[in-house]
């Protein structure tokens, strides 16, 4: 992770070891199999959080867990270190600390930034066993320090979380529009019964394939790569509603004349042909100006349009719940799970008039708006904290000169 700190970082800094300001309670930890376990309110918490809550607990304390083994440990998706608060039972894949000298909250969020690298065993299962634990560096500031820089982070913290929340509940309602304004249309008294449910009586239903291709991309060969030239769009390229340029791989440029079909252009809709479905999600995506040139490779799709048709309409009904239960029909079973073109232009969609496909796409748009708003402010906060733990828990910016 870019915002960990290095160990060579502490060498100007007053630190002691954790061992010498936190109890570990290691030896009270106990494992439930999950056959045994008795289900209750009362969270069983494991590496990286609650993972089931049962009808008894160990610790009754606030307490700092860190993670002992697992690949988060390298990979760093989640935190590392987390507080618990109340009744609690903890298994042996976390370790379990209770501060005495130092503040609760600094500690967290100090275990939170430190490199690991020093003090873990294993490669293919990484661990970070008691010994190790014990011998962590921690910055030792005034408890009076330690409680201002808490508080500091703990309020972006708060904004986080707020923001998160507020994402995540406008995209319920988007959930509820979409599955409203797909089946039920705009202002429509009057309905029918048809083979994919109630729809109004003037819409119609077909297959998808009626009024779009889904165009599979070229099998470029490995050898056709080269250091540099136009961008080669791969599986790994395209995610749920987002582009990404993580693992760039580049074909030679003289390949977007010979291939011209197959290069993509702004504001296509692309779709995921092998694992197309991620978390009950699609895998579909709309091409930026950002993302061209680029050629398209197979196992990937491209979405055209064979009459008229709101292109955004389809990019809705291809991510909505009964769109992606077909496609999960098609695929089950499957190893890897692979859909074809002509199997999702198979899927019979709802079809309203290209006025009322417009109208509901303004309307989801709109919702679509304020969620990528407040994506942009998380965005923002989780840098400004990234930037605020770098500073205040390094040493490099003293609580005192910020007063």
Partial sequence: MSNTLKTSEFDKLDYCSLEEVVDILDGQRKPIKQGDRISGNIPYYGATGVIDFVNDYIFDDDLVLVGEDGENIKSRVLPMAFKISGKSWVNNHAHVLKPHSINLDFLMQYLNIIDYTPYITGTAQPKLNQQSLRKIKILNLPLAEQQKIAEILSSVDAAIEKTEQVIAKTEEVKKGLMQQLLTKGIGHTEFKQTEIGEIPVSWEVNEIGTLIQVQGGYAFKSK????????????????????????????????????????????????????????????????????????????????????????????????????????????????????????????????????????????????????????????????????????????????????
Avoid: H
Avoid at 226 to 249: C, H, Q, T, Y
């Fill in 224 to 403: 056709d790569a080269v250091d540099s030239g136009v961008r080669w769009f791969k599986i790994a390229n395209v995610s749920v509603g987002n582009i990404k340029w993580e693992d760039v791989s580049y074909l030679p440029t003289d390949y977007s004349e010979i291939y011209k079909d197959y290069l993509l252009k702004e504001r296509d809709f692309v779709v995921a042909l092998t694992r197309p479905i991620l978390k009950n999600e699609l895998k579909i995506a709309q091409i930026n100006k950002s993302d061209i040139p680029a050629l398209l490779n197979q196992r990937v799709g491209r979405i055209r349009y064979k009459k008229e048709v709101n292109p955004q309409f389809i990019y809705y009904v291809m991510t909505s719940k009964y769109y992606v239960d077909e496609i999960n029909s098609r695929i089950l079973g499957t190893d890897p799970p692979n859909v074809s073109p002509k199997q999702l232009e198979s899927i019979l969609i709802q079809i309203p008039s290209i006025e009322e496909q417009l109208e509901i796409v303004s309307i989801l748009e709109n919702v679509d708006t304020k969620i990528k708003r407040e994506e942009d402010i998380l965005f923002k906060l989780n840098k400004l904290k990234q930037g605020l733990m770098q500073q205040l828990l390094t040493g490099q910016v003293r609580v005192g000169s910020l007063c």
